[in-house]
């Protein structure tokens, strides 16, 4: 089994930590309330989320030219672009952008690409420090962990593990409320702010006729790391661009909707370079860099390049009843949850991620909330067999499903044995439930086997004519 797949099982057993269940079930559920409220102030909904989807599909048709248009209007704003093809290309790229000028010390909003391309360990072999400024991402790095959810990094952890987590680190107040915190935590980062050399963000759009980066955030730290520090650098994915600045207030409100329930969220910017002469406040230097990472490979897909519509909003993972029950961490990925698990085979490989398919209960759940119709569910039977197509199948698996399928075609060999033995049959595998879940009991006899004894024959209905008398 690979070194993943592995992993994943074992990790898996979260699920029975009551608490973990708890905290996570507890801080999703107060994000699907208010995700209900946020939705039902569209009265077309469902023209709304069409509109979404047709403009993601319509700027990924036409992905090279919208970039080309982003490339050229970003760079008569005075922006650097840099193309990236893979994760070590977008390092390379930041560590001549520090050495040019003179970067020691670094803050960061929150980005999924930047965890995508382990920046954060770079900066480490760098010797230089990135500081998340997020407060979500502030509390997971101080607990040295991963985000744990693509829009919620701290969604595993309650006010009181929070408390604890600084009380250990900082000496606060071991009884401190959200507020104490927030308040601690934004006098800390104040003085990084001030002397931080070079501030990194993500994007949430690329807006292509204005060469222009788009970003959307609840606690204003992504508005002070582009404009405090002297050089900003946002990282994309080429996939964030949208055509239009016209298509911008929808989007951000449509994030904002399905991210958290909010209207919109708190603030919103849209970075069209650094300062001018002019101006008195931002960056002196701003450099976009776009990043492939697998990208343009997976547009190519007849199906699977849908994935590429997503805007993190992070629903699909809220209503997937397997991140529900393994959380976060047992992916092992960054990206997670539905969406996770459709596209990291892609990124990162189908020998090591494949697996991830393999867990979804094909609820579609995640499909029906997706705000740009991305067919999620169906996307990860795709991956499944693709994940056969390019790793093969286990020997022991293959003779599994052969075994299975001979003895289930033939009601007769089905009863062979009786319900005991089947129940120490089907133990054999002990992953077919896991370690943790009884297996159902068989019953001593089958119903045909029960309806002969009791009433000697087999039933009318059940005549040469009809399918069913073949199992007899
Ligand atoms: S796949 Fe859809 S629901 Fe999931 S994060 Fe992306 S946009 Fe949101």
């Not at 085979?345 to 740009?372: I, N």
């Amino acid at each position: 089994m690979v070194v993943k797949e592995k992993k994943f099982l074992d990790d898996s057993v979260i699920s029975f930590d009551r608490k973990h269940r708890a905290t996570l079930h507890h801080n999703i559920s107060k994000y699907d309330e208010a995700v209900v409220r946020g939705k039902s102030r569209y009265t077309r909904f469902a023209d709304a989320r069409k509109y979404a989807s047709d403009v993601k599909e319509a700027a990924l048709s036409g992905l090279a030219d919208n970039l080309l248009l982003f490339e050229k209007k970003a760079t008569e704003n005075g922006t650097r672009v840099l193309w990236a093809s893979d994760g070590r290309d977008a390092l390379m790229h930041i560590r001549k952008i520090f050495e040019e000028n003179g970067v020691k010390q670094v803050v960061k909003s929150k980005s999924m690409i930047t965890e995508e391309i382990h920046l954060n360990e770079y900066c480490d072999t760098l010797g230089i420090e990135a500081v998340e400024t997020d407060l979500g991402e502030f509390i997971v790095q101080t607990a040295g962990e991963k985000p744990y959810h693509i829009l919620t990094p701290a969604m595993h952890k309650s006010k009181e593990d929070v408390a604890r987590l600084f009380h250990e680190k900082f000496g606060t107040n071991p009884q401190a409320t959200p507020a104490d915190i927030t308040a601690f935590v934004r006098d800390r980062l104040r003085k990084i702010f001030a002397g931080a050399d070079a501030g990194i963000t993500g994007a949430n759009f690329l807006v292509a006729d204005v060469g222009g980066v788009a970003l959307t955030e609840n606690e204003g730290n992504g508005l002070m790391t582009l404009s405090f520090p002297k050089v900003h650098i946002a990282i994309a994915g080429i996939e964030r661009v949208i055509p239009s600045v016209r298509q911008l207030p929808f989007f951000w409100q449509w994030l904002g909707v399905h991210g958290t329930g909010q209207a919109i969220s708190a603030y919103n910017s849209l970075v069209c370079g650094p300062k001018s002469p002019q101006e008195s406040d931002g960056p002196e230097k701003m450099y976009v860099i776009l990043l492939d990472n697998g990208r343009s490979k997976l547009l190519k897909y007849g199906e699977e390049w849908q994935a590429l519509k997503c805007i993190r909003c992070g629903a699909c993972l809220n209503a997937c009843p397997v991140y529900k029950s393994v959380g976060g961490y047992t992916y092992g990925s960054v990206y997670t949850g539905p969406i996770g698990s459709v596209l990291t085979p892609f990124y990162s490989g189908f020998k090591e991620f494949g697996h991830l398919s393999d867990a979804c209960t094909v609820c579609g759940r995640c499909s029906e909330v997706c705000p740009v119709k991305i067919p999620l569910h169906e996307l990860l039977l795709l991956n499944r067999k693709r994940k056969v197509e390019e790793t093969g199948e286990k020997t022991l698996w293959k003779l599994g499903m052969a075994t299975f399928g001979y003895v289930f075609s033939s009601r007769r060999r089905l009863d062979l044995v009786n319900g005991r033995w089947k129940r120490r049959l089907a133990k054999l595998n002990r992953h077919i439930l896991g370690e943790h879940k009884e297996f159902p009991r068989f019953a001593d006899q089958s119903f045909s086997q029960r309806w002969i004894s009791e009433h000697g024959k087999v039933p009318g209905h059940l005549s040469a004519t009809n399918p069913a008398s073949k199992y007899q």
